[in-house]
């Protein structure tokens, strides 16, 4: 008699231990906001580099070198412009049947960065011959990127509140409570965009044109995914 009635009890516990973990949510109701706003790259990076091959790599790394550091120099008289060593690499170079190593290549970076774009333009003009223009990339300053998303992430969440208000008087509602929110922030940077009056090419005098730049603009955007349960009368 004991067991029949302990089965009873036991499935009755079991049942409310389950109503318990798996709550019944009623009137929630899904939202997402997005916000977006251009900002202005203010940051400009070069990179230059030399390349080289000779046969014997010791003569070779001391040109390279050489070519760095004249570069270095140079760039660093410009308190305005950061400059710093890039990559540096050799490799060996193969006969046609790539069983011997009949030569050495090395290659070696210089990198100007600055938010004065037209200065580090000027100082990437006076390298240009003795170096080569590998790339020239604009990008957003970390702190013009926070102070962005930071303005956003107010206009996203009123946005979401916008929104959750929408949605409540279109279900009866007469009020509703944030159930959850999560606040993403993207970062879309575009394309470099360089532009020159002449072609960037070695003229007969060994000088090259220093390169006009447009920075562009990079779209930063916010948004706010969340849930809202409405409160129905």
């Not at 960065?113 to 580090?120: I, K, L, N, R």
């Given at each position: 008699?004991?067991?029949?009635l302990i089965?009873?009890?036991?499935?009755?516990?079991?049942?409310?231990?389950?109503?318990l973990?798996e709550?019944?949510?009623?009137?929630?109701?899904?939202?997402?906001?997005e916000?977006?706003?251009?900002?202005?790259?203010?940051?400009?990076?070069?990179?230059?580099?030399?390349?080289?091959?000779?046969?014997?790599?010791?003569k070779?790394?001391n040109?390279?070198?050489?070519?760095?550091?004249?570069?270095?120099?140079?760039?660093?008289?410009?308190s305005?412009?950061?400059?710093?060593?890039?990559?540096?690499y050799?490799?060996?170079?193969?006969?046609?049947?790539?069983?011997?190593?009949?030569?050495?290549?090395?290659?070696g970076?210089?990198?100007?960065?600055?938010t004065?774009f037209?200065?580090?333009?000027?100082?990437?003009?006076?390298?240009?011959?003795?170096?080569?223009?590998?790339?020239?990339?604009?990008?957003?300053s970390?702190?013009?990127?926070?102070?962005?998303?930071?303005?956003l992430?107010?206009?996203?969440?009123?946005?979401?509140?916008s929104?959750a208000?929408?949605?409540?008087?279109?279900?009866?509602g007469?009020?509703?409570?944030?159930?959850?929110?999560?606040?993403?922030?993207?970062?879309?940077?575009?394309?470099?965009?360089?532009r020159?009056?002449k072609?960037?090419?070695?003229?007969?005098?060994?000088?090259?044109?220093?390169?006009?730049?447009?920075?562009?603009?990079?779209?930063?955007?916010?948004?706010?995914?969340?849930?809202?349960?409405?409160?129905?009368?």
């Amino acid at each position: 008699m004991r067991s029949f009635l302990i089965l009873p009890l036991v499935a009755s516990l079991a049942f409310a231990g389950q109503a318990l973990a798996e709550p019944l949510n009623y009137n929630q109701v899904s939202l997402r906001a997005e916000v977006q706003q251009a900002v202005n790259n203010d940051t400009l990076t070069v990179t230059l580099f030399t390349e080289e091959q000779d046969t014997d790599p010791a003569k070779l790394a001391n040109r390279i070198t050489a070519t760095l550091n004249k570069g270095l120099e140079t760039a660093r008289q410009n308190s305005s412009v950061k400059v710093s060593s890039g990559n540096r690499y050799s490799q060996p170079v193969y006969d046609e049947k790539r069983q011997n190593i009949v030569a050495w290549r090395e290659r070696g970076e210089i990198r100007l960065e600055g938010t004065d774009f037209a200065q580090v333009s000027s100082v990437t003009g006076e390298l240009l011959g003795a170096l080569s223009l590998e790339s020239m990339q604009f990008s957003l300053s970390p702190s013009s990127r926070s102070q962005t998303e930071d303005g956003l992430i107010k206009q996203a969440i009123e946005a979401f509140r916008s929104r959750a208000d929408i949605a409540t008087q279109g279900l009866g509602g007469n009020g509703y409570r944030i159930v959850q929110l999560n606040l993403n922030t993207q970062f879309m940077q575009p394309r470099p965009y360089l532009r020159s009056n002449k072609v960037m090419a070695m003229a007969a005098d060994m000088e090259m044109a220093t390169p006009a730049v447009e920075g562009g603009e990079a779209d930063v955007t916010v948004s706010a995914d969340g849930v809202i349960e409405v409160q129905v009368p």
